[in-house]
């Protein structure tokens, strides 16, 4: 069965500082791991995903992951955050959401 | 940009009443899914649909729910008899062709439902 474990549930940074959110996922097969953020009171918006054409997988907003298939990670990480980036992000393998972890960024 | 939509963005109900919420996915997409929220939880997922049925449900998907794509846009999820406990935001999200374990799902902006 497909999973993810957000390890997580805050994650407190000051602004100009590295990002580092981590998720490690469990696959019975071939994990289709994706990153998608969400902003208080909106939808969900797509980070990022992995497609298996590549192992570091850039997405929008600075944003990106590196997928670990020894660690079963796929951990994202930004090097400078942002005050805009203040929101709740979760990881998802096939259509199984993590239970995210909420990112603040100070001043 | 296509995107998907959700009507009502919040329905209120009486518990054991029956509720449909509504969704338009992305026109070209084949795929489609329900999520439920409960507030400060994480993302369960529900259902998902493909060819006029369903391909995946999860243990939360019991007989109270439904799903139906009654017209060439439509996109359904129905609960038979309410409980408190359904009271959660639903997402509704649809994906396009190709290989599926790629396929992005985009979402719609959700149905706040509150039974009382």
């Known amino acids: 069965a497909q999973s993810v474990t957000q390890l997580d549930s805050h994650v407190s940074v000051s602004e100009g500082t590295p990002v580092l959110l981590r998720c490690n996922y469990s696959?019975?097969?071939?994990?289709?791991l994706f990153w998608y953020v969400q902003h208080p009171n909106k939808g969900l918006q797509l980070l990022l995903k992995y497609t298996s054409a590549a192992t570091l997988v850039k997405g929008i907003n600075g944003f990106e992951a590196e997928f670990k298939k020894s660690e079963t990670s796929f951990h994202l990480t930004k090097p400078s955050a942002h005050m805009s980036d203040a929101a709740e992000y979760f990881c998802v393998n096939d259509m199984r959401f993590g239970a995210g972890t909420r990112l603040t960024v100070k001043p | 940009e296509p995107e998907v939509t959700q009507t009502p963005s919040h329905q209120v109900t009486q518990m054991g009443q029956e509720v449909i919420l509504r969704c338009v996915p992305i026109?070209?997409?084949?795929?489609f899914y329900w999520y439920r929220q409960i507030l400060g939880q994480k993302v369960e997922f529900l259902v998902s649909?493909?060819?006029?049925?369903?391909?995946?449900k999860s243990e939360i998907f019991d007989d109270q729910f439904s799903v139906e794509r009654p017209d060439g846009s439509n996109f359904t999820l129905k609960i038979r008899s309410t409980k408190l406990e359904d009271s959660a935001m639903y997402f509704c999200?649809?994906?396009?062709?190709?290989?599926?374990?790629?396929?992005?799902?985009?979402f719609g902006p959700g149905t706040r439902l509150t039974v009382l």
């Open positions: 026109s070209n997409h084949l795929y």
């Open positions: 999200a649809s994906s396009g062709a190709g290989v599926i374990s790629y396929n992005e799902q985009f």
């Open positions: 696959s019975s097969y071939s994990p289709s």
């Open positions: 649909f493909y060819n006029n049925e369903i391909s995946e």
